[in-house]
């Protein structure tokens, strides 16, 4: 049973519970407007350092998080029981008519268990509530995250936005158009 639940900014603590780790098999990138598949630059994706404050720490992804529930974006957790499975954050009033997926993992152990989508539906009910018309995805470049969001309708941004490229240029931007 997946309960997904809006959570006050102290659940970011539970980002460190996030097993973000992955083995990749097909990596892209976006050349001339078209996503074409590349040779993968890390086949073993650790997960992020408990205790560090580089780029893959859990430090640095607070540093990230922190602002946007601080400004009014919406933190989701997924859990089964107390067990927190994912989360998830989206920014409804990022722009007018255009609301931002900021965060969304899925633990290792509880992928592919329908856990994404349901963080996923509920990012979408949030934007639409809001009356957004679109939702931007900044989705790292591995095989399974491009896929998810492929397979929710998601296209390719043209053109991106220029703050989220700027701050995540390897990533596949997409846009979903929610109505």
């Known amino acids: 049973m997946i309960d997904v639940r809006r959570l006050a900014a ?12 992955e083995h990749v098999d097909v990596e892209y990138a976006v050349v001339d407007g078209r ?4 040779p993968v630059t890390f086949s073993e994706i650790a997960t992020w350092d408990p205790v560090g404050t580089g780029p893959h720490s859990v430090a640095a992804e607070l540093a990230f998080c922190e602002p946007l529930v ?3 974006a919406v933190l989701l957790g997924a859990f089964d029981a107390d067990e927190v499975l994912g989360l998830a954050i989206v920014d409804a009033q990022f722009e007018p008519r255009l609301a931002w997926l900021a965060f969304l993992y899925v633990s290792r152990p509880h992928r592919r268990r329908g ?3 349901a963080l996923w539906d509920a990012a979408v009910d949030l934007a639409v509530s809001a009356g957004v018309e679109s939702l931007y995805v900044s ?3 591995t095989g399974s995250a491009v896929g998810f969001y492929l397979g929710r309708g998601c296209r390719l941004a043209d053109p991106v936005h220029p703050d989220l490229h700027a701050h995540e240029p390897d990533d596949v931007h997409l846009l979903c158009t929610l109505r």
Do not use: M, T
């Not at 102290?10 to 780790?21: C, E, H, K, N, P």
């Not at 996503?35 to 590349?38: D, I, K, M, S």
């Open 139 to 141: 989705a790292v470049p």
């Open 115 to 117: 856990v994404a989508s």
């Open 35 to 38: 996503l074409e598949e590349r």
């Open 10 to 21: 102290d659940g970011l603590a539970l980002v460190a519970a996030i097993d973000r780790s």
């Open 70 to 72: 601080a400004g009014g």
